[in-house]
């Protein structure tokens, strides 16, 4: 009998612990002084792009502007990250000087000037790792009644930001129908793995796969790594450059149905070098993005042969994290197979939700 009573109280505490939000666990004991005076009692989510997400009892999780926020206490243990580059750990202290704020433990304390700071990541979140990841998903479609053109296009993206590295996944796809010709794809998955290095420095690895109709690519296959640098790195704007090593693997489109002869085979390897540039401009009131992004990779045995993919979007939040895309896409292909175009470009509309 009492081996039964110990049993039901056993599984009465796990189901009482499981009902339990995990957010009620949580002590909110930061406190958040803003310009005006008032002191926001919460939870310190992260900072980014000076927009600090801050969990309060009353109102949720919120976004303060980091320009906003005189003074912060955290008894977490945080990474806080400034400008230059360098990294400290620890809580966050209140130090009585105007504009500075203190970082570390103990004795090992160290003061930095707060229009300084620009991300801020709890590093003692293990339980709650599904809060590391962002991203968006957005959807456009036009179609044009005079030439009977209908063109689809989706576009997901995903982050992982840990304490040492980001991991990246995005998916591209657009299709093109018209009557009286083929049905055109244009599409690409990537996967990158970046590791963050002293003083704004960071490796990548980074690995897709992509077709392009327009172009004659049936498939092409990127395996490759690089070195890099933020050479720009603030609460609104994030410029950085980008030198690697590829290997890919292409096979070009063929309009003939036979089995193409193995000695004939259009499929072929290539060492490149990649170049890369990446613009991001963020501003919170209004709420908008601005990015722009070059990938440039020249063969190793003849730079005259080179490949180059280019975006802009523009981003505008509509309503909390529902947004508005304008993006400009520009491909471009040296020496394309035969019949194929040497570009494709476009501009996309689209509709997605930020999570």
Not at 295 to 321: G, H, M, P, W, Y
Request: glycine letters at 8%; aromatic letters at 10%; hydrophobic letters at 35%.
């Amino acid at each position: 009998m009492q081996k039964t009573e110990a049993v039901w109280t056993c599984l009465a505490t796990i189901l009482l612990a499981l009902g339990v939000p995990h957010d009620a666990e949580a002590a909110k004991t930061d406190v958040v002084v803003l310009i005006n005076g008032d002191a926001v009692t919460g939870e310190i989510k992260s900072l980014d792009f000076g927009a600090l997400r801050y969990s309060t009892d009353s109102m949720g999780t919120v976004s303060i502007e980091w320009e906003e926020v005189v003074s912060l206490h955290s008894d977490q243990s945080l990474q806080v990250e400034v400008a230059s580059g360098t990294r400290y750990f620890g809580g966050l202290f209140v130090i009585g000087a105007d504009g500075r704020v203190g970082v570390g433990r103990g004795e090992n304390i160290q003061e930095i000037d707060m229009s300084q700071i620009i991300r801020i990541t709890p590093i003692e979140t293990d339980e709650k790792i599904w809060q590391r990841f962002e991203g968006s998903v957005k959807f456009g479609f036009n179609s044009d009644k005079a030439s009977q053109v209908t063109v689809g296009n989706l576009s997901a993206n995903v982050r992982y930001r840990a304490r040492t590295y980001l991991l990246g996944l995005d998916l591209i796809s657009s299709i093109t129908d018209q009557p009286g010709a083929e049905t055109t794809q244009n599409q690409s998955l990537n996967l990158n793995y970046q590791r963050f290095r002293n003083s704004r420095w960071f490796t990548d690895w980074f690995t897709s796969v992509e077709r392009n109709d327009e172009q004659g690519v049936d498939r092409r296959l990127s395996v490759g790594g690089g070195l890099g640098r933020y050479l720009v790195q603030s609460n609104k704007n994030q410029f950085s450059l980008l030198v690697g090593l590829v290997a890919t693997r292409t096979a070009l489109a063929t309009a003939d149905p036979e089995p193409v002869d193995t000695e004939t085979d259009t499929d072929t390897t290539d060492a490149e070098a990649k170049f890369s540039v990446k613009y991001l401009h963020r501003s919170l009131d209004p709420s908008s993005d601005m990015t722009f992004t070059t990938d440039v990779f020249a063969k190793l045995q003849d730079f005259s042969s080179f490949r180059s993919n280019s975006n802009l979007t523009l981003r505008r939040e509509i309503i909390d994290d529902l947004f508005f895309d304008l993006s400009f896409y520009y491909t471009y292909l040296s020496k394309p197979p035969e019949g194929a175009e040497k570009d494709d470009y476009g501009v996309v509309t689209s509709i997605g939700y930020f999570f």
